[in-house]
């Protein structure tokens, strides 16, 4: 389980936030641009570091402002940003087997992903959504505990967005991994969630309220 109650002093407002995402849950932090869902999962991750408290996962403190900012690389999560953030100059398979031990386990995800063919590709050869599969394959190279997806489907067009969806909703049964997603769609909000937490102004509000 992952376990979130933090404080981060932002420009315009404080991020004040406090929730929990289970095993079996995708969550899904909604609302509107510029609310501090993005921060949220850069404090998750450890890319932003909140101003006050505590972030747990499975009961590992990965961060406490007065003890503990575990780096990066050792928090064990899956990160997949907006625009993908694919490295350009390496191909499809470069780019999911960068950092690992086991290139098996990398043939074996572009297999599960049905992006083998993309093998030699580079990211400007490919389409949006063969762009989000690379990055979702890279996310989850590392094999983590916590899978975090920042606006993964807002550049894809309808139907590519609607395999995306099914797509998630296949991994997250299959993988049994917590995933917190960001999204200004409610309609996508309630189709991928077991529970939606709607950010506003850096404050959290459960449930949505009405739009």
């Not at 609310?35 to 991750?45: D, E, P, Q, V």
Request: glycine fraction near 6%.
């Amino acid at each position: 389980m992952l376990t979130v109650d933090i404080q981060k002093q932002l420009s315009h407002f404080e991020l004040t936030t406090s929730f929990t995402v289970a095993k079996d849950e995708i969550v899904v932090l909604f609302g509107p641009s510029g609310s501090g869902k993005t921060t949220i999962l850069n404090c998750i991750a450890g890319l932003s570091k909140p101003t006050a408290g505590q972030i747990t996962l499975h009961n590992r403190v990965l961060f406490d402002h007065k003890r503990v900012n575990v780096p990066i690389q050792q928090r064990n999560i899956g990160y997949l940003f907006q625009a993908y953030a694919l490295f350009p100059h390496l191909t499809a398979w470069e780019n999911i087997a960068y950092g690992m031990k086991s290139q098996p386990f990398a043939e074996h995800l572009m297999e599960e992903l049905g992006i083998v063919h993309l093998k030699e590709q580079y990211p400007h050869e490919i389409s949006g959504g063969e762009k989000q599969r690379v990055a979702i394959a890279r996310a989850l190279a590392t094999e983590p505990e916590l899978l975090l997806l920042d606006e993964p489907f807002s550049a894809l067009d309808d139907e590519t967005k609607e395999k995306g969806h099914r797509e998630l909703l296949r991994l997250h049964e299959q993988w049994e991994i917590p995933i917190l997603l960001v999204t200004h769609s409610k309609a996508e909000a309630e189709k991928l969630s077991n529970r939606i937490l709607y950010v506003n102004e850096g404050q959290l509000i459960e449930p949505t309220p009405s739009m």
